[in-house]
C-alpha cells in the first residue's frame, strides 16, 4: 500500500509516520517526494488494520492499496519521472542520452579511437563490454578487468561517461568502481543473487528486458533492485523474441509508452540488438524516440566486419553515427525531448576512414 501525506507535512512529522510503519514485523518504508505530494511506499506484509491506522493519523491525506506485485518501481508510488543524475548527465524526463560504442572492448587503441568518435558525433556515454555473455562457450568472452581499466581511461580522456556489463555478483564491485553505469544484460534480467547485489550500491543500472520476459515480470525484476535500496534503476527494451526469423529480434516499440506508464524508471531503447541489422538502427532509433524513449544505446565500431564478438552487422560505422544523432537533434524538439549534446567539428573524422 502507499500513504499519501498532505501538504506542507513537517520532516519531524514524516518521520514519525515512517517509524510507526517500520515497528511492525517485516515492514519497509520508502519515501518519494513529487512535485505536488510525498509518498510513503510500504513493503511488506501488512496486517488488515495499518491501513485503518495510518488513515486516522495526523498529516495523512489518504491510504491506497496497490494490487501490482512490484510496488517501488509502479507510477502510483512515484507520481513524477525519475531523472537520474550521473556527473551532469540528466537521464529521464524529456532529456534523451545516447550511448554508443562496440559490442566489446578489444583494445586501447580501438576503445580509445571509438570514444573519441562518439564524443565527436554528441553522445554522453561510451559503451562496451568487458564480461561478454555468449551463446556458445567457444567464443569470444571479453578481456575481462583490463578491459575495464581501458574503458574507463577512455571515458576520462574524452569526456564521457561509461556503461559496461556486469553478468556475476561478484563482479559487482570490481565494474561499479571503473564504470558509471552498470548493465545487465537479457539473460540476467532474472538472475535474482545479481539482482540483489546491485541493490545495495548506488551505482546506476540499465536493466535489459529478457527476450521472452511480460511487462510485469520487467517491472519486478527492476523492484529486486529499488528493493535493496539502490533507486538509480533504467529500463531498457532491447527486443524480444518472435516467430520473425529476418531480424535478430522483435523490437517492441509499444513498450517504451506502456512502461512509461506504468514506471517512473526511465526507459531506454537498444535498436542494435533490437533488430540486429545496421541498415534498420536508424529508423528505429528515430521511432524510439517518437516513441517517448528516455535515450538510445547503440553498437558503433569503426571496423564492424572485423569485431571480435562477431556482431557487427548491427554495428554503424563512425559517420553513420554522426549522421544519426544529427537527425536525433532535430527530431527531438518535436517530440518533446530536449538533445543536448556538445559536437566537435566535422574535422573530427577526417583521420577515420571506413
Known amino acids: 500500500m502507499i500513504v499519501i501525506t498532505k501538504n506542507n507535512l513537517p520532516e519531524e512529522r514524516l518521520n514519525e509516520i515512517v517509524a510507526f510503519i517500520e515497528r511492525r514485523d517485516g515492514m519497509q518504508a520508502h519515501i518519494s517526494k513529487g512535485t505536488d505530494r510525498t509518498v510513503i511506499g510500504i513493503i511488506g506484509q501488512a496486517d488488515p488494520q495499518l491501513g485503518e491506522q495510518l488513515k486516522s493519523m495526523q498529516g495523512v491525506e489518504n491510504v491506497i492499496k496497490i494490487s501490482k506485485s512490484y510496488k517501488l518501481a509502479s507510477r502510483d508510488f512515484h507520481p513524477d519521472d525519475t531523472i537520474i543524475d550521473i556527473k551532469g ?113 548506488k551505482t546506476p543500472v540499465l536493466l535489459k528486458r529478457g527476450f521472452s520476459a ?81 535515450g538510445l544505446i547503440i553498437e558503433m565500431h569503426t571496423d564492424p566486419d572485423n569485431s571480435m564478438t562477431g556482431d557487427g552487422v548491427q554495428s554503424l560505422f563512425p559517420d553513420q553515427f554522426a549522421a544519426l544523432l544529427k537527425d536525433l537533434e532535430k527530431l527531438a524538439p518535436l517530440v518533446g525531448k530536449q538533445f543536448n549534446t556538445e559536437k566537435q567539428p566535422q574535422e573530427a573524422f577526417a583521420t577515420w576512414k571506413k
Open 214 to 294: 511480460t511487462y510485469d515480470e520487467f517491472l519486478n525484476a527492476a523492484e529486486y533492485i529499488l528493493a535493496g535500496g539502490n533507486p538509480n534503476v533504467m529500463l531498457c527494451e532491447r527486443g524480444i523474441r518472435t516467430f520473425e526469423t529476418y531480424t535478430r529480434n522483435t523490437l517492441d516499440l509499444s513498450a517504451i509508452p506502456v512502461l512509461q506508464s506504468l514506471s517512473h524508471l526511465p526507459v531506454i531503447s537498444d535498436p542494435s540488438h533490437g533488430t540486429g541489422r545496421r541498415e534498420l538502427v536508424e529508423p528505429m532509433s528515430k521511432a524510439s524516440l517518437a516513441a517517448g524513449a528516455n
Open 89 to 201: 548527465v540528466k537521464i529521464g524526463g524529456s532529456n534523451v542520452v545516447v550511448m554508443g560504442g562496440p559490442c566489446a572492448v578489444e583494445s586501447p587503441e580501438q576503445i580509445d579511437e571509438i570514444a573519441r568518435l562518439v564524443k565527436a558525433a554528441g553522445g554522453q556515454v561510451l559503451r562496451g563490454g568487458a564480461f561478454k555473455p555468449r551463446t556458445g562457450p567457444y567464443s569470444f568472452q571479453g578481456v575481462g578487468v583490463e578491459g575495464l581499466v581501458m574503458m574507463a581511461e577512455a571515458g576520462r580522456k574524452h569526456g564521457l561517461l561509461t556503461i559496461t556489463e556486469v553478468m556475476t555478483p561478484e563482479y559487482v564491485d570490481v565494474c561499479a568502481e571503473y564504470a558509471d553505469i552498470l548493465q545487465v544484460g537479457t539473460r540476467n534480467m532474472q538472475n535474482f543473487d545479481l539482482l540483489r547485489k546491485l541493490g545495495t550500491i
